[in-house]
C-alpha cells in the first residue's frame, strides 16, 4: 500500500498563476512597512497605501491582491504612532475598522471594479454606487475574518493612528487625480468622508481603465 | 525499501514518491529537501554549504536574492512556491490563509536573505522548507490544530481528491503527532531518513520507526474505512 501512498495520491493546492509576481512584488512594500517606525512621518503610510492602490489599479498585482499579511504588518506599524483623534475607544475602533475595510476594499474588489468598470456608467453616482457596495462587501468580509481573532487584533492595531493614516491616504489619492489644492489640511473624519475616499479611489481606478483603454478622463478630475 | 530518487525523469518538488524509508540512503537524495547531514531546524540562514541540483535555482538566482532583486526573486518564487504550497496546504487544509502563510514563508527568506550564505553542499529548499514548517506549525498552534487539518476551510481552493486520498487525509490526522510528522516528511515531502531525522532532531533510528509504524497504522485505519492499500 504505501509503495504508492504518497503525492500522487493527495494532490495540494496549486499557486494562483499570479502569485510569485504578486509576491515579488509586495516584498520591497514589506520591507518598507516592517522598516517603517512611528517616528517617520505619516506621508510614509500614505505613500505605501497609494503604492498599493496604484499596484492593484494598473493590473501589477494582477489579482488586485497584495496580501493579507503585508497590509497587517503596514497596519500594525501605524498602530504605535501619535495621531488625531484623541482617546475615544469607540472612535478609535470605527477608525480602525474603517482603515480594515479600505484595504480590505482595495485587495479584494478592485480587480472586480476595474473588471466592471468598461460596463457601468461614467456619472459618480454610480461610481458612488459601486464604492458602496464594494465596501459593503468588504465590510462583510472584514466580519468574517474578525471571527478567528485576527481582525481584533487589527482593529486594535490600527484603532489609534487611522485618522492620520487615512488623511495621508487621502491626500495621495488626490495628488495621483491632480487634486492637491481641494485636500490641503483635510481631515478624514466621519460617515461621508468615509465615502468620499472610497469614491476618490475608486474615480482614480476608473480614470485608470479610461486611461489605458483611451477613453477621455472622467469628471473625477 | 528504498526511497525514489527525486531526481529521476519527471520528478518535481511535490511529486517525490515513497517506497519506504531507508537508513542506507545517504546524500543521494538532494530535492526537494535534501539531505543537510546535521538538524538545522531554525530558520537561519544556512551557513554551510548549498548543494545543486536541477530542481534548485542556481547560483545567479541565489546571488541576486541575497541583493533582493526583484526578478530574482520572481525567479525563486517560480521555483520553490510549489513546495511552499504543499507544506502548508497539507498541514492546515486548502483555503486563501495558505496563499497568506506562503507569501509570509517568502516574505521571511526575502527579509533574511541578505544574510544568506551560498555555499555548496546544502539546498536552499532545506532552508525554505523549514521555514515553511515553523509557519505552518505556528498557524497550526493557532487553529488548535494537533496534526494535519482533516478539511479544507475553503474547499473552492482544493484540488479534487480520490477517495484513497481523502481518506488517507484523514487516516494521518488522527495519528499521534510525531507519526503524522515523519510520514509527511517522508512520504509526501520525499526526504530521506537522514533528512527526516535532520528536521525533527531525532536518530535516524527513531525516524525509521516512526516512519514505519506511522504507515503500519495508516495500513490499519485506511482498512477499517475499506480502502484498498
Redesign the interface.
Known amino acids: 500500500m504505501t509503495a504508492k501512498l504518497g503525492s500522487e495520491d493527495w494532490a495540494p493546492q496549486a499557486p494562483p498563476a499570479d502569485f510569485a509576481a504578486t509576491v515579488s512584488g509586495a516584498m520591497p512594500l514589506r520591507q518598507m512597512a516592517e522598516e517603517w517606525t512611528p517616528q517617520q512621518p505619516a506621508s510614509a503610510f500614505g505613500f505605501l497605501a497609494t503604492a498599493f492602490v496604484v499596484q492593484a489599479a494598473s493590473g501589477e498585482t494582477q489579482q488586485g491582491r497584495v496580501g493579507l499579511r503585508t497590509i497587517r504588518a503596514i497596519l500594525r506599524d501605524a498602530g504605535g504612532a501619535d495621531v488625531l483623534g484623541g482617546n475615544d475607544p469607540s472612535k478609535q475602533a470605527k477608525r480602525g475598522l474603517l482603515v480594515h475595510m479600505f484595504f480590505r476594499f482595495v485587495e479584494r474588489e478592485a480587480s472586480r471594479i476595474l473588471a466592471e468598470a468598461d460596463d457601468i456608467e461614467s456619472d459618480e453616482e454610480s461610481a458612488m454606487a459601486l464604492a458602496k457596495d464594494s465596501v459593503r462587501k468588504a465590510s462583510e468580509t472584514s466580519s468574517r475574518w474578525g471571527h478567528d481573532g485576527s481582525g481584533l487584533e487589527l482593529e486594535e492595531a490600527v484603532g489609534f493612528a487611522a485618522s492620520r493614516r487615512l488623511r495621508s491616504f487621502h491626500v495621495e489619492v488626490c495628488k495621483k487625480m491632480q487634486r492637491p489644492a481641494e485636500i490641503a489640511g483635510h481631515v478624514v473624519d466621519g460617515e461621508d468622508e468615509r465615502w468620499r475616499v472610497v469614491r476618490e479611489a475608486f474615480l482614480f481606478f476608473l480614470d485608470k481603465q479610461r486611461k489605458a483603454h483611451g477613453v477621455a478622463a472622467s469628471s473625477a478630475g | 525499501m528504498t526511497i525514489k530518487d527525486p531526481i529521476s525523469p519527471g520528478h518535481s518538488p511535490?511529486?517525490?514518491?515513497?517506497?519506504?524509508p531507508d537508513e542506507g540512503s545517504p546524500a543521494r537524495v538532494p530535492v526537494p529537501i535534501a539531505a543537510g547531514g546535521s538538524a538545522d531546524t531554525d530558520e537561519s540562514p544556512p551557513s554551510r554549504s548549498v548543494r545543486r541540483s536541477r530542481d534548485e535555482v542556481d547560483d545567479c538566482v541565489l546571488r541576486g536574492c541575497v541583493r533582493?532583486d526583484?526578478?530574482a526573486?520572481?525567479e525563486f518564487?517560480?521555483c520553490y512556491?510549489?513546495m511552499v504550497?504543499?507544506i502548508?496546504?497539507?498541514r492546515l487544509g486548502?483555503?486563501?490563509h495558505?496563499?497568506?502563510?506562503?507569501?509570509?514563508v517568502?516574505?521571511k527568506a526575502?527579509?533574511r536573505f541578505p544574510k544568506f550564505e551560498i555555499r555548496e553542499g546544502q539546498p536552499v529548499s532545506k532552508w525554505l522548507g523549514t521555514i515553511a514548517r515553523n509557519v505552518a506549525n505556528d498557524e497550526k498552534r493557532r487553529?488548535g490544530i494537533a496534526t494535519i487539518a482533516v478539511s479544507d476551510p475553503e474547499p473552492s481552493?482544493?484540488?479534487s481528491?480520490?477517495e484513497?486520498?481523502v481518506a488517507?487525509?484523514r487516516a494521518l490526522a488522527e495519528l499521534p503527532e510525531r507519526f503524522c510528522e515523519a510520514f509527511l516528511l517522508s512520504?509526501?515531502e520525499?526526504m530521506s531518513l537522514r533528512e527526516v531525522a535532520s528536521e525533527m532532531e531525532i536518530a535516524a533510528s527513531t525516524a525509521r520507526t516512526l516512519i514505519l509504524e506511522a504507515?503500519s497504522m495508516?495500513?490499519r485505519r485506511?482498512a477499517r474505512m475499506g480502502v484498498?492499500?
Do not use: K, M
Not at chain 2, 511535490?14 to 519506504?20: I, Q
Not at chain 2, 495558505?98 to 509570509?104: G, K, R, T
Open positions: 511535490n511529486s517525490p514518491g515513497l517506497e519506504s533582493q526583484e526578478s526573486f520572481t518564487v517560480i512556491q510549489h504550497f504543499a502548508l496546504s497539507r486548502c483555503g486563501s495558505v496563499e497568506d502563510l506562503a507569501q509570509e517568502f516574505w526575502y527579509a487553529r481552493y482544493a484540488p481528491l480520490s484513497r486520498a488517507l487525509r512520504a509526501l520525499g504507515e495508516l495500513r485506511l484498498p492499500g
